[in-house]
């Protein structure tokens, strides 16, 4: 703990960026932290931004207050901490037996580096900046060659980087891995796989190996045309189908965001079977449930389709995030933006427990209510298979 009081020493000074906390021991409560540096009446002091829910909520601290309590998020409440500073950057992991490792890597490129932005009230700064031309996003018409960004293409600007930023969370999932394999179920038209390859390796220099798989032959083939314009030599498309994809025996994430109702299950199902570190999935078309559920108390309610409809698709989803639980998984169920061709906005991210014991399966009781509710999933019947 000395450690990491002494490394936030250093970094909390008017030369950070930002600090990001993350990957909460309990779904209660935040679910990410993040810290910057602002003036207030001249005074250097550290903008606190907790995510809570849909909400947010700022406050403001002086520098010795701040390291106190970034010390108790560390040591009750969070497992992550990724520190940025003109210095260099700070990775913080916290095991679940509450073991902390702090590394720190210096920044060879101070000269190039620009000071940060400590006005109080700033405009929202995206991971994908605007003015900096990007060359899939120019392609899709989300930039111009100027790098601004198109107003009718505002929202799907916004929803890239609203996704990249749960993918900033499990960036240090992947530091000691010298390669990082990871397919993308469903990819469709693949600009959310090209900003996932882009921000990984581009950005984060991460040696990354990415296959995009869709049951569309014409999409795949020009997502291919795509990636060999752009120069990502390791990112690769193919026609084919979820549930039955072979061909490969280690993947470390799997992303699948807009797979239609038991498809999902499938690909929850193979990323589990190959232990992947890291599982993202935004489902839709929840119909299975919907075709079975039955209470007679919940009977009022079921019997507006509408609303039979949403309690099921809730459900589904509710299912799968503690069907991971018991297959080893931290999940966390979080707000999405809109995707373009469904009002689904659920986000399922599952972080592999890492450790001794730590692994093991947790009861979670969801048996006992599928049985109430005369529920049975395809990814109840995959797991026990």
């Given at each position: 703990m000395e450690e990491l009081r002494e490394q936030l020493s250093v970094f909390l000074s008017d030369r950070l960026y930002q600090i990001i906390i993350s990957n909460p021991r309990k779904k209660e409560g935040a679910f990410k932290i993040k810290i910057r540096p602002v003036m207030v009446k001249g005074a250097l002091c550290f903008q606190e931004t907790i995510s809570k829910g849909t909400q947010v909520f700022?406050?403001?601290?002086?520098?010795?207050?701040?390291?106190?309590?970034?010390?108790?998020?560390?040591?009750?409440d969070f497992k992550q901490l990724e520190a940025e500073s003109m210095d260099g950057k700070l990775h913080v992991l916290v095991s679940k037996k509450g073991r902390m490792m702090v590394k720190r890597k210096g920044n060879s490129q101070e000269g190039l580096l620009q000071r940060p932005d400590m006005s109080h009230n700033r405009a929202k700064k995206y991971i994908l900046e605007e003015g900096k031309a990007v060359p899939f996003l120019v392609d899709l018409g989300i930039q111009t060659k100027e790098g601004r960004i198109v107003h009718a293409k505002y929202?799907?600007?916004?929803?890239?980087?609203?996704?990249?930023?749960?993918?900033e969370d499990i960036v240090p999932a992947f530091l000691e891995k010298e390669r990082v394999y990871i397919i993308d179920f469903g990819c469709g038209k693949s600009y959310l796989t090209f900003a996932l390859y882009y921000y990984l390796h581009e950005l984060k220099g991460l040696d990354?190996?990415?296959?995009?798989?869709?049951?569309?032959?014409?999409?795949?083939?020009?997502?291919?045309?795509?990636?060999?314009?752009?120069?990502?030599?390791?990112?690769?498309?193919?026609?084919?189908?979820?549930?039955?994809?072979?061909?490969?025996?280690?993947?470390?994430?799997?992303?699948t965001l807009h797979a239609c109702d038991t498809a999902t299950d499938y690909a929850i199902k193979k990323a589990v079977d190959w232990q992947a570190r890291v599982i993202f999935t935004v489902p839709c078309c929840q119909h299975e449930v919907n075709k079975q559920i039955e209470s007679a108390v919940l009977k009022p309610v079921l019997r507006y389709g509408i609303l039979k409809e949403r309690i099921a698709a809730l459900l589904t989803d509710g299912i799968r995030a503690n069907l991971?639980?018991?297959?080893?998984?931290?999940?966390?169920?979080?707000?999405?933006?809109?995707?373009e061709h469904t009002p689904k906005n659920i986000l399922i991210r599952a972080v592999k427990r890492q450790g001794e014991g730590e692994n093991?399966?947790?009861?979670?009781?969801?048996?006992?209510?599928?049985?109430?509710?005369?529920?049975?999933?395809?990814?109840q019947k995959l797991m026990v298979k």
């Open positions: 700022h406050e403001n601290h002086k520098k010795d207050e701040l390291i106190l309590k970034i010390i108790s998020y560390m040591t009750s929202d799907k600007y916004r929803q890239i980087n609203r996704y990249l930023e749960f993918v990354v190996y990415i296959t995009g798989l869709d049951l569309k032959a014409d999409v795949m083939k020009r997502c291919g045309e795509l990636a060999i314009k752009y120069g990502y030599e390791n990112l690769h498309f193919y026609q084919g189908d979820i549930s039955t994809f072979e061909g490969v025996e280690q993947v470390d994430m799997v992303v991971l639980e018991e297959a080893g998984y931290d999940t966390q169920v979080l707000e999405f933006i809109d995707m093991m399966k947790k009861n979670t009781k969801v048996e006992d209510m599928t049985r109430e509710l005369h529920i049975e999933t395809t990814l």
